[in-house]
Nanobody
Framework: QVQLVESGGGLVQPGESLTLSCVASGSIFRLGVMKWFRQAPGKERELVALIFSTGSTNYADTLKGRFSISRDNAKNAGYLQMNNLKPEDTAVYYC???????????????WGQGTQVTVSS
C-alpha cells in the first residue's frame, strides 16, 4: 500500500508562515516529480509549484518569491514553505508525486489527501 500523507496546514493570520509536508510511504524505489496544487472555494485546482528529482523547480507566477518547494529524497518527502501568507492563499493544498515502486517497471502518480490552509485575521 502506497500513501502520500500531508501535514502542516492550519489557521494562521495574514503575514505568517507555514510549511507543508508530504511524505510518501510504501515500497517506493524512486521518487520522481513532486507537485503542490491548491483549490480554493469556487475555484479550479491550480498548480502551485513543482520540483524535479534533480532539484529544479517551477512556480506559479503569482506565488514566486513567497513560496518555496523542496524535497528530501532520503525521506521520500516534499515540502512547501509558504511565507507572508495572504487570505487569498486560503485553500486545500494537495501533494502529487510520481512514484516508481520497488519491483515495478513503470511510474504512477499519487495524490495526498489534502490539507486545509486558512489565512484569516
Amino acid at each position: 500500500q502506497v500513501q502520500l500523507v500531508e501535514s502542516g496546514g492550519g489557521l494562521v493570520q495574514p503575514g505568517e508562515s507555514l510549511t507543508l509536508s508530504c511524505v510518501a510511504s510504501g515500497s517506493i524505489f524512486r521518487l520522481g516529480v513532486m507537485k503542490w496544487f491548491r483549490q480554493a472555494p469556487g475555484k479550479e485546482r491550480e498548480l502551485v509549484a513543482l520540483i524535479f528529482s534533480t532539484g529544479s523547480t517551477n512556480y506559479a507566477d503569482t506565488l514566486k518569491g513567497r513560496f518555496s518547494i523542496s524535497r528530501d529524497n532520503a525521506k521520500n518527502a516534499g515540502y512547501l514553505q509558504m511565507n507572508n501568507l495572504k487570505p487569498e492563499d486560503t485553500a486545500v493544498y494537495y501533494c502529487n508525486a510520481e512514484l516508481l515502486l520497488r519491483y515495478g517497471d513503470s511510474w504512477h502518480g499519487y495524490w495526498g489527501q489534502g490539507t486545509q490552509v486558512t489565512v484569516s485575521s
